[in-house]
C-alpha cells in the first residue's frame, strides 16, 4: 500500500464535504418551500404563459436526425483525442517511431473526416 | 517492425489498403465515375483473395498479441473466398436506385467488419479478440439497416446491434472474471493456468453464452430470424457465413488451446448445446414460408452440426469444421444467391409459394439454387456430403454415440425441408409463376462460381487432406 | 470500516440505486438522468482505484458524449411523452426470480473465490506510463489494439453516414 500513499481517499474529503452541502442545501430549500409557500393550484396559475394564443402539443417534438449526426461524429472524435493525450505527454521519450503511429492513427481518421466534410454531413442546410 | 513482419499480417494490412483506396475513390471522384467503384471494389477484393493464397512466413508479433500461424492463415483465405462471392452477388444490387449513393460505403463497410474478423482469428490474448469481435459486428448492424426506407431493415439493425452489444457484455464480464483468476489476458499464459474452479467454469459459461449468441446456438437463437429476414438479402448472406464461419473459427481454436484444461467441461456443455440446436433449427424451418427465414433457422440447424466437429476435440474435427465451412460458404452463398437475384428481378418475391413452377421459366437459376440445397442437406454428390461426412467421422472417432445418432436422424429431418423449395420449383403447377428474366453478368459470375466450389471442393480430395495437415487438436 | 471502505460502499450504493431506478422508470428522459448518475458514480469508483485517466475518459466520453448521445436519440424518436407500460405481474415475478436466481449464483461462486494477489508492488498509473504502453511494440504493449481502434472509428463514422444520412436521390 506504500506506493498508493501519494492520493488516499483522505484527500477527497473536501470534496465530500462540499458535496454533502450542496445535497443539504437543495434538499433544505426543496422542503422549505414546500413547508413555507402558499398552496394554491388553479388552471390559470399552472399555464406557461399568463395572456396570449394558449400552449398547444408538447414541447418535446421529434427534431432533426441531424442533431444525432453531429453528436455521433462528436463522440467520435472524444475518443480520438484522449487516446492523443498519452501520447502527447510522451512526445519525446516516444521519438519518431511514435509519431509514425500516431500519424497512422490520425492519418485514418483524418481521411474519415474528408470523407464526412464530403459527405456534407457538417452542412446544417440542404440547399 | 522489420519488413518481414508486415509480411506475417498482409491480409489486414492489404484489406486495409484497398478500404484507403476505395475510400478515396469515393472522396475524390464525381458522381459519373463513381459507375466504377462497384468493379474497382471487386477486383481489388479477387487479387487480396489471391495473394492471400501465395506463401508466406508464420510467426507471432507484438509480444504474443497477433499471431499467423499456417491454419488460421488458411482460415483467413476462407473468409475472403466467401466475402468475395459475396461482393459479387451484390453488384447487380448495388447499381439499383435506391443503392447508388451508398455503393462505395456498402464495401468499406463489408472490408471493415473482414479486417475486424481476420484480426480476431489472429489474436493472441483477449484484447485483439475482443476488438476484432467488436470491428466485425458494429458495422453490420449499420448494413442490416442499409434499406433507409423499409422498416423491417431498420428493425433487422436494431435488433442487431442490441443483441451484440448484450452478448458483448456477457462476453465481456466472461473475460473480466477469466482475468481476475489468470491475472493475464494473453492466450499462451491463459491456457496454462486456467483451472477447473468454480469461477473459471462460470467464466466459460458466460464466455461461452458470448459466443453463443454470435453464432446463434439455440438458446441464444432468437435474433437470427428477425434480422436475417429484415436484413438485404446480400446482407443476410455475408451475416449467415462469413460472420458465422470467422466467429466458429476462432471459438474452435480457443477451445483446444485457452480451454483445454476444461475440455471435459466444454464438451459436455456442446454436446447439449448442439444437440438442441439441431433439433430445434430443423423442427422450426420445416415451418418457414418466407425463403430468407427458411435459411436462417436452416443456418441455426447447421450451426449445431458444425459443433459437432468442435465436440470432437481432435484435428480430425477441427479439419472437418474448417472444411464444412469451406463448403457451407459456397452451398449457402449459392442458395442466397439464386434468392437474390429472384428477389432484385421480381421486387421482392421471397415466399416460398412464389417459386411454384419456376423451373419452367428459370431452369439456370432452379438448378442452381437445387444443387444447393442438396449441399446443405449432404446428398452424395456434392460437397455437403463430403462435410458432413467428416463431421460425423470426427463425432464418432471419440465414441460419441447417441450425439451421432441424433444427428443422423436430423439429417434424415432436414432432407426433408431442404426438399420443399425444390418440390415448389420442379413439380407445383402455378398459374402465374415468375417470368423468365437474364441475369447480369455479376450474378451469372457469382453463381458459377458457388457451383464450381460445391462440386471442386467435394471431389478434391487434396483440399481436405490440406487442411488437415494444419489442423490440431487437444 | 476505513475510509476506502466507506467510499467504496457509497459509490456502490449509488450505483445500484441509480441502475434500478434507470431500468425501472417508466419515463425514457428519466431513465438516461439516472443512467447519468450511475456512469458519474462509477468514475468516482476509478478515482478511487487512482485511476484518474479513466475516470477523466468516463467522465468526457460516457457521462459527457454518450448520454447526450442517448438524449438526442430518444428525442429523435415521437411519443416521448408516453409512459411505457406496466409490465405483466407474471412477467415481473419471473424476471426478478431469474434475476434473483443469477446475481445469487455470480455473487456465492465470486465469494467462494480467492483472488491471487499479485506479488508485484502496486504500480501507479500515470499519464506517462500509459503513453509509453500504448504506443509498446513488445509484450503488454498495445500497440496493435491502438492503431485497430482507428479503422474502427472509421468504420463507425462510415455506418452513422449510412444511416443517418439522406440519400441525394429522393426525387419526387
Known amino acids: 500500500m506504500d506506493s498508493q500513499n501519494k492520493f488516499m481517499p483522505q484527500d477527497y474529503i473536501p470534496i465530500m464535504i462540499q458535496s454533502f452541502i450542496v445535497l443539504g442545501f437543495v434538499l433544505?430549500?426543496?422542503?422549505?418551500?414546500?413547508?413555507?409557500?402558499?398552496?394554491?393550484?388553479?388552471?390559470?396559475?399552472?399555464?406557461?404563459?399568463?395572456?396570449?394564443?394558449?400552449?398547444?402539443?408538447?414541447?418535446?417534438?421529434?427534431?432533426?436526425?441531424?442533431?444525432?449526426?453531429?453528436?455521433?461524429?462528436?463522440?467520435?472524435?472524444?475518443?480520438?483525442?484522449?487516446?492523443?493525450?498519452?501520447?502527447?505527454?510522451?512526445?519525446?521519450?516516444?521519438?519518431?517511431?511514435?509519431?509514425?503511429?500516431?500519424?497512422?492513427?490520425?492519418?485514418?481518421?483524418?481521411?474519415?473526416?474528408?470523407?464526412?466534410?464530403?459527405?456534407?454531413?457538417?452542412?446544417?442546410?440542404?440547399? | 517492425?522489420?519488413?518481414?513482419?508486415?509480411?506475417?499480417?498482409?491480409?489486414?494490412?492489404?484489406?486495409?489498403?484497398?478500404?484507403?483506396?476505395?475510400?478515396?475513390?469515393?472522396?475524390?471522384?464525381?458522381?459519373?465515375?463513381?459507375?466504377?467503384?462497384?468493379?474497382?471494389?471487386?477486383?481489388?477484393?479477387?487479387?487480396?483473395?489471391?495473394?492471400?493464397?501465395?506463401?508466406?512466413?508464420?510467426?507471432?508479433?507484438?509480444?504474443?498479441?497477433?499471431?499467423?500461424?499456417?491454419?488460421?492463415?488458411?482460415?483467413?483465405?476462407?473468409?475472403?473466398i466467401g466475402a468475395l462471392i459475396v461482393f459479387i452477388q451484390s453488384a447487380s444490387w448495388l447499381k439499383s436506385d435506391d443503392n447508388q449513393n451508398k455503393v462505395s460505403e456498402f464495401f468499406l463497410l463489408l472490408i471493415s467488419t473482414l479486417i475486424g474478423m481476420n484480426f480476431m482469428i489472429s489474436s493472441g490474448d483477449f484484447l485483439m479478440f475482443y476488438l476484432g469481435l467488436e470491428l466485425a459486428?458494429?458495422?453490420?448492424?449499420?448494413?442490416?439497416?442499409?434499406?433507409?426506407?423499409?422498416?423491417?431493415?431498420?428493425?433487422?439493425?436494431?435488433?442487431?446491434?442490441?443483441?451484440?452489444?448484450?452478448?458483448?457484455?456477457?462476453?465481456?464480464?466472461?473475460?473480466?472474471?477469466?482475468?481476475?483468476?489468470?491475472?493475464?489476458?494473453?492466450?499462451?499464459?491463459?491456457?496454462?493456468?486456467?483451472?477447473?474452479?468454480?469461477?473459471?467454469?462460470?467464466?466459460?459459461?458466460?464466455f461461452f453464452t458470448g459466443m453463443a449468441f454470435k453464432i446463434s446456438i439455440v438458446p441464444f437463437h432468437l435474433w437470427t430470424a428477425d434480422v436475417y429476414e429484415g436484413a438485404p438479402v446480400n446482407v443476410t448472406s455475408y451475416?449467415?457465413?462469413?460472420?458465422?464461419?470467422?466467429?466458429?473459427?476462432?471459438?474452435?481454436?480457443?477451445?483446444?488451446?485457452?480451454?483445454?484444461?476444461?475440455?471435459?467441461?466444454?464438451?459436455?456443455?456442446?454436446?447439449?448445446?448442439?444437440?438442441?440446436?439441431?433439433?430445434?433449427?430443423?423442427?422450426?424451418?420445416?415451418?418457414?414460408?418466407?425463403?430468407?427465414?427458411?435459411?436462417?433457422?436452416?443456418?441455426?440447424?447447421?450451426?449445431?452440426?458444425?459443433?459437432?466437429?468442435?465436440?470432437?476435440?481432435?484435428?480430425?474435427?477441427?479439419?472437418?469444421?474448417?472444411?464444412y465451412i469451406l463448403v457451407y460458404i459456397f452451398s449457402n452463398l449459392g442458395a442466397f444467391g439464386v434468392i437474390a437475384a429472384?428477389?432484385?428481378?421480381?421486387?421482392?418475391?421471397?415466399?416460398?409459394?412464389?417459386?411454384?413452377?419456376?423451373?419452367?421459366?428459370?431452369p439456370a437459376l432452379s438448378l442452381t439454387l437445387t444443387l444447393a440445397l442438396f449441399s446443405l442437406a449432404g446428398i452424395p454428390p456434392v460437397a455437403g456430403f463430403f462435410g458432413k461426412f467428416f463431421l460425423f467421422t470426427a463425432v464418432a472417432e471419440k465414441g460419441y454415440w447417441w450425439l451421432l445418432t441424433i444427428a443422423v436422424l436430423n439429417t434424415i429431418i432436414s432432407l426433408y425441408y431442404y426438399l420443399l423449395p425444390v418440390?415448389?420449383?420442379?413439380?407445383?403447377?402455378?398459374?402465374?409463376?415468375?417470368?423468365?428474366?437474364?441475369?447480369?453478368?455479376?450474378?451469372?459470375?457469382?453463381?458459377?462460381?458457388?457451383?464450381?466450389?460445391?462440386?471442386?471442393?467435394?471431389?478434391?480430395?487434396?483440399?481436405?487432406?490440406?487442411?488437415?495437415?494444419?489442423?490440431?487438436?487437444? | 470500516?476505513?475510509?476506502?471502505?466507506?467510499?467504496?460502499?457509497?459509490?456502490?450504493?449509488?450505483?445500484?440505486?441509480?441502475?434500478?431506478?434507470?431500468?425501472?422508470?417508466?419515463?425514457?428522459?428519466?431513465?438516461?438522468?439516472?443512467?447519468?448518475?450511475?456512469?458519474?458514480?462509477?468514475?468516482?469508483?476509478y478515482f478511487m482505484l487512482n485511476y484518474q485517466f479513466l475516470a477523466a475518459v468516463q467522465l468526457t466520453v460516457y457521462a459527457g458524449g454518450i448520454v447526450v448521445l442517448i438524449i438526442f436519440s430518444i428525442l429523435l424518436t415521437s411519443h416521448i411523452s408516453e409512459k411505457f407500460e406496466v409490465v405483466g405481474m407474471k412477467k415481473q415475478i419471473f424476471s426478478g426470480l431469474a434475476a434473483i436466481a443469477g446475481i445469487i449464483l455470480t455473487i456465492s461462486t465470486i465469494l467462494q473465490t480467492e483472488f491471487k494477489a499479485t506479488e508485484v508492488a502496486a504500480k501507479e498509473v500515470d499519464m506517462e506510463a500509459i503513453g509509453l504502453s500504448l504506443l509498446n511494440y513488445g509484450e503488454n504493449g498495445f500497440v496493435l489494439p491502438f492503431e485497430v481502434i482507428s479503422i474502427l472509428l472509421l468504420a463507425a463514422m462510415i455506418a452513422a453516414i449510412v444511416i443517418a444520412k439522406k440519400g441525394k436521390t429522393q426525387k419526387p
Not at chain 2, 439497416?145 to 433487422?156: F, I, P, T, V
Request: proline fraction near 2%; charged fraction near 15%; hydrophobic fraction near 55%.
Open chain 1, 28 to 127: 433544505t430549500t426543496m422542503i422549505m418551500t414546500h413547508l413555507l409557500g402558499p398552496l394554491r393550484k388553479s388552471k390559470a396559475k399552472l399555464e406557461n404563459f399568463e395572456c396570449g394564443i394558449e400552449g398547444m402539443g408538447n414541447a418535446r417534438s421529434p427534431f432533426s436526425v441531424k442533431y444525432f449526426l453531429i453528436a455521433i461524429l462528436f463522440v467520435l472524435f472524444d475518443v480520438e483525442v484522449i487516446f492523443m493525450y498519452p501520447w502527447a505527454v510522451n512526445f519525446r521519450d516516444l521519438g519518431a517511431n511514435g509519431f509514425l503511429d500516431m500519424l497512422l492513427f490520425l492519418g485514418l481518421l483524418l481521411l474519415g473526416f474528408i470523407y464526412i466534410v464530403f459527405k456534407g454531413a457538417l452542412k446544417w442546410d440542404n440547399s
Open chain 2, 1 to 80: 517492425m522489420r519488413l518481414e513482419d508486415f509480411l506475417l499480417m498482409r491480409h489486414e494490412l492489404l484489406l486495409t489498403l484497398i478500404a484507403i483506396i476505395i475510400l478515396i475513390a469515393e472522396i475524390f471522384t464525381d458522381d459519373f465515375k463513381k459507375q466504377g467503384i462497384r468493379p474497382l471494389s471487386i477486383i481489388l477484393m479477387a487479387i487480396v483473395t489471391i495473394v492471400g493464397f501465395l506463401p508466406a512466413p508464420t510467426g507471432t508479433l507484438f509480444g504474443g498479441m497477433y499471431q499467423a500461424t499456417d491454419m488460421r492463415l488458411m482460415m483467413k483465405n476462407i473468409l475472403n
Open chain 2, 137 to 206: 459486428t458494429i458495422p453490420i448492424a449499420a448494413l442490416a439497416a442499409y434499406d433507409r426506407y423499409s422498416n423491417k431493415s431498420s428493425e433487422a439493425g436494431i435488433k442487431l446491434i442490441l443483441i451484440s452489444a448484450l452478448s458483448s457484455g456477457i462476453l465481456l464480464y466472461g473475460i473480466s472474471m477469466i482475468y481476475g483468476t489468470v491475472g493475464s489476458v494473453y492466450f499462451d499464459k491463459v491456457s496454462v493456468a486456467y483451472g477447473a474452479t468454480p469461477l473459471q467454469i462460470m467464466s466459460f459459461i458466460f
Open chain 2, 239 to 323: 451475416l449467415s457465413v462469413v460472420s458465422k464461419g470467422a466467429a466458429v473459427f476462432i471459438f474452435s481454436i480457443m477451445l483446444v488451446t485457452v480451454f483445454q484444461n476444461i475440455a471435459a467441461m466444454w464438451k459436455d456443455v456442446m454436446w447439449i448445446t448442439a444437440a438442441i440446436t439441431m433439433t430445434l433449427g430443423n423442427l422450426f424451418a420445416m415451418r418457414q414460408n418466407n425463403l430468407k427465414r427458411f435459411l436462417a433457422f436452416s443456418s441455426i440447424s447447421q450451426a449445431g452440426f458444425i459443433m459437432l466437429g468442435i465436440i470432437g476435440g481432435s484435428e480430425l474435427g477441427m479439419a472437418a469444421v474448417v472444411y
Open chain 2, 342 to 362: 429472384i428477389s432484385n428481378a421480381s421486387g421482392g418475391k421471397e415466399n416460398m409459394s412464389d417459386y411454384d413452377g419456376l423451373y419452367k421459366t428459370n
Open chain 2, 423 to 474: 418440390k415448389a420449383m420442379f413439380i407445383n403447377k402455378a398459374e402465374t409463376s415468375i417470368a423468365y428474366f437474364k441475369s447480369d453478368g455479376w450474378t451469372k459470375v457469382g453463381l458459377i462460381i458457388c457451383v464450381a466450389g460445391m462440386v471442386i471442393v467435394g471431389f478434391a480430395s487434396v483440399i481436405f487432406e490440406y487442411i488437415r495437415t494444419l489442423s490440431f487438436g487437444l
Open chain 3, 1 to 45: 470500516m476505513t475510509g476506502n471502505q466507506l467510499m467504496f460502499a457509497i459509490f456502490g450504493m449509488l450505483i445500484i440505486i441509480f441502475s434500478i431506478l434507470t431500468v425501472t422508470s417508466r419515463r425514457i428522459l428519466r431513465s438516461a438522468v439516472f443512467l447519468l448518475f450511475v456512469l458519474v458514480s462509477t468514475a468516482g469508483l
